[in-house]
């Protein structure tokens, strides 16, 4: 079974509007990541939460707005989409709260903006 | 900013061959160097880390690490098809908490 689960698997979205990636894990760890894979690109940091609070945040836009309601859960909403955005997002977690720490990630979202 | 990079970006080996990866990070005061795998449509899975000089081995893979040279190294002994992925190389930053990732290796092992 898989243990971080991400909502939807595939997402098709129009220019100008507004998804919500969800993530859910069940491995007990209290960092939780979001990862972005462009096409042609490498895999790219976007946000790193601790105990539901924000510890990094390289993701240059305000369109990006992670939101964690609970310990284990860290969604991803995107407003104003544009088709750069079109990137398969992945959600990952960790065990411990430091940096060097092994990560787990999800089967990912593949977000297609027409 | 941290900047990893790959080579060969892809690798064709046979059955049974020895397997070799290599990355390239830009900064000394890199902190781990994980290698994940990735196969289509999943999410990368870590494989091994190494922090320390010298070489680290488990199982079929052996990961050496040169500071001085800024170079890492993957090889995995006995490939097999079931090996056929992309390989990425990964660094951590001290006192950061994301890891730069490289643009891959696809290696495939032919039966």
């Known amino acids: 079974d898989p243990k971080i689960i991400q909502k939807p698997k595939y997402l098709v979205a129009v220019t100008g509007s507004e998804k919500i990636l969800i993530c859910e894990q069940y491995?007990?760890?209290?960092?939780m990541y979001w990862y972005r894979q462009s096409a042609k690109k490498p895999l790219e940091f976007m946000f790193s939460y601790s105990y539901q609070k924000l510890m990094d945040n390289q993701t240059a836009s305000s369109r990006f707005q992670p939101q964690s309601s609970k310990k284990n859960h860290l969604d991803l909403q995107i407003t104003a989409l544009k088709p750069d955005d079109s990137a398969t997002y992945f959600c990952?977690?960790?065990?411990?709260?430091?940096?060097?720490?092994?990560?787990?990630f999800g089967h990912g979202t593949k977000l297609s903006v027409l | 900013q941290e900047k990893v990079q790959q080579s060969p970006e892809s690798l064709i080996v046979p059955e049974g061959a020895m397997s070799s990866l290599n990355c390239t990070f830009s900064n000394s005061a890199s902190q781990s160097i994980w290698w994940y795998q990735q196969h289509p449509g999943k999410g990368p899975e870590a494989l091994i880390s190494i922090f320390s000089n010298g070489n680290k081995k488990e199982g079929r893979l052996t990961v050496y690490l040169n500071r001085a040279s800024l170079h890492v190294s993957l090889h995995i002994r006995d490939s097999q098809p079931s090996d056929s992925a992309v390989y990425l190389c990964a660094v951590s930053m001290g006192g950061s908490w994301q890891l730069i990732f490289g643009s891959g290796t696809q290696l495939t092992v032919m039966p």
């Open positions: 491995l007990g760890h209290n960092a």
């Open positions: 990952a977690s960790s065990q411990g709260t430091i940096s060097n720490e092994r990560l787990f």
